[in-house]
């Protein structure tokens, strides 16, 4: 049963930034190819954190993401996890009619999620060249607020696991909740314990993802949920800028 939290009691306009490792580190890692027009050769400039690999006819990037099972530091269950891997075909969400210049509409955001125990991997499919700038997702994200009885019922791993910090057990902290705007050749890993929403695809076209994680199969221990009811606004909305703009508004 998801927790039911109000919307932020005011209103705000901030900035949506195109996806990126450094305005992304606090809530994960993104993952995409630092040099996409470069063929690779024997003879080619190799790009930081790359090796050689295939008799010269690849590059391998090295650790770009780092899979997190925290199940076996404890959970109520005791549950044993395991590596999953799962396919998701999204299709584009719909969007709500916007009056502000170069934004494509509003997307109302009604759930936040959280995996407490294990980081999560969502990597796009299947898309060409072509329709990389097309496909488009949305990454929304928070940070967590300080305990409360309102989220006695999250299990959660101790909050340090081999000296890194993890979020805790707060519930999400609307007030410095982030959009962010992917394109489809940028996968993305939501850290372990990090409320984001459900994946959000937007443009034309269904999106196929690979979603890697761990799951021990019990529900609250997997996944926890809250919901954003009827505060003042009544929602907590993203405006999404049109497919070419490097920019757009999100507001609350």
Known sequence: MPATIDAPQRE???????????????FG????????????????????????????????????????????????????????????????RPLLASETPQVEGLFPVKIL??????????????????????SRYLVIVAPSLPPSPQDECFPVPPVTANGDPLPGRGLPDLMRIRAFIANGAQAVTYG???????????????????????????????????????????????AVPESGQNRGLWRL
């Open 29 to 92: 890692t993104v993952i995409e190819n630092a040099a996409p027009s470069l063929v690779p050769s024997r003879t080619c400039e190799v790009p930081p954190n790359a090796v050689q690999a295939n008799q010269g006819s690849a590059l391998k990037y090295l650790d770009v993401t780092h899979m997190r099972d925290l199940y076996a530091l404890g959970t109520p269950s005791k549950q044993a996890a395991k590596a999953v891997m799962n396919m998701f075909v999204c299709a584009p």
């Open 192 to 238: 372990a314990g990090t409320w984001h929403a459900p994946m959000v695809a937007i443009g034309k076209t269904p999106i196929a993802f690979v979603v890697v994680q761990f799951a021990n199969g019990v529900g609250i221990e997997d996944c926890q949920e809250v919901e954003i009811g009827s505060g003042r606004t009544n929602s907590l909305e993203v």
């Open 12 to 26: 705000s306009m901030l900035e949506a930034q195109p996806l990126s490792q450094d305005l992304f580190s606090d």
């Open 113 to 134: 999620e959280r995996h407490p125990y294990t980081t999560q991997t969502f990597i796009p499919l299947g898309l060409s060249r072509a329709e990389i700038n097309q």
